[in-house]
């Protein structure tokens, strides 16, 4: 029962967090209303917004305008992984894990679609586990270090400034070793999408995500 109303909470987290990419990919402000069709404009009512339920009596169409906001893939992404990645994160790892997480999801959203994101709540993250973590002078010279070299390879375009803050929150959740493995996974899954994809550019932050997810998995 414990571990349904945690998927349930998650599932809610999991909504939130896509609909505010959705609304940020769309060029729209994220704070200033309820849920809306962003094809009508139509205010979702309650009843369009149960998860799991509404998308399946829609049928991941819009109840005013008939538009399509949702593919199955996509209701599997959103109402199925995405949730369930986040229960096992809220029950093995701590609560910093889980706002990693769901930030991470809400970039990889962005950066999926547009090759870019909204990277100053990254920053304002990376400044609170930075506070939270108390580093030692070795941690400091590491973080710089890792500062430095990402900030270096933005300049020459070879990754995104949206990437900077991601792989800076990496080196403070995770130790040394595991860290070198993250960056080791983003990398090598992002050249097998490249190689198998039509795209010529590949968004960096979905692997980075995909990354920090098999990390926690790996290391639990
Ligand atoms: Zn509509």
Redesign the pocket.
Known sequence: MNTILLYLINLVIASWVTCLADRSIADRPLWTQRS???????VLSWYDLIPLVSAFILRG???????P?ATWKRLLLVEGVIPLIGLFVLVTGSWTMVVTFYLLVFLALEDWATMTCTVFPAWIWAGFLFLLKEPSSNDIICMVTVLILVTLLSVTKLLGWGDVPVILIACLIFDSANFALFIIVACLSTLVYLLVSTRRQAPFIPFLTLAFVLLLILTH
């Open positions: 809306y069709c962003l094809a009508c404009h139509h169409h819009c109840r005013s305008c008939q538009a906001y």
